[in-house]
């Protein structure tokens, strides 16, 4: 039995058209991280995106999809994902903010997202982010052909787990290349061994979304701002990684 659908499966030369989009999406977040600081608001960092791609010749796959207004998402503190960007959001001393950005090259997609902690901020905060980022690593590392998807979410829950913290619900990666989410989904729970096999030209968007508190989000008034019910802070972090035939490459790295 067949227990989730598979991927689909690129060719090296249609991994290497995706590799250009990806670093694409790589120099939006360095520009962006970069402008982090005190006192910035998310809306100018929307900026910095729409410069880069502009800058490239790329365009965005966030900006109108299902009407969205922007092309990243910028999403502070007990935001998890979605966050409009906005002349009223003022980063502060203290803060953390999770950047999400994609890009589209010759019709093929990028996306990717990390957690930036805003001046200075307090350990706890700082190590939910390095354990959602470890959280990625651990999920890269199995991303090699033969492995299952359970085994990519378990990879993640399992190192948010022994840290603490919860992976949010109702929240997944998703496979990527001529759309931005393709199917299948790919949950951030799974058990090892199980769903549909990874197989060598896969590409796959994997996007740990960790929460301090407990794991249930609700969304906002605008209809598209995620937030953690309980109020606790949030972490998402998110590469688009090829299977091949050397293992996992990350396409979204400069
Ligand atoms: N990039 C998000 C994801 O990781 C989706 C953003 S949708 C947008 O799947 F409309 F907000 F751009
Ligand atoms: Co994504």
Redesign the pocket.
Known sequence: MRLTRSAAVRTPTEIASMRLAGRVVAEMHERIRAAIEPGVTTAALDRVGREVLRDRGAS?????????P????ASPNSMV??G?PSDDVVLRDGDIISI???AVVDGWHG???FTAPVGEVSPERLLLIEVAETSLDAAIAVMVAGNRLGDIGHAVESTAVAAGFSVVEG?T??AIGRA??ESPNVPNVGTPGTGAKLRIGNVL?I?PMLVAGQPGTDVLDDD?SVVSSDGSWAA?V?HTVAITDRGPEVLTLP
């Open positions: 965005s796959n966030f900006l109108g999809y299902h009407g969205y922007a092309v990243i998402c994902v979605h409009i999400d950005c994609g996306d990717a997202a929240y990666g998703h931005m989410h968007a996007e598209w998402h998110e």
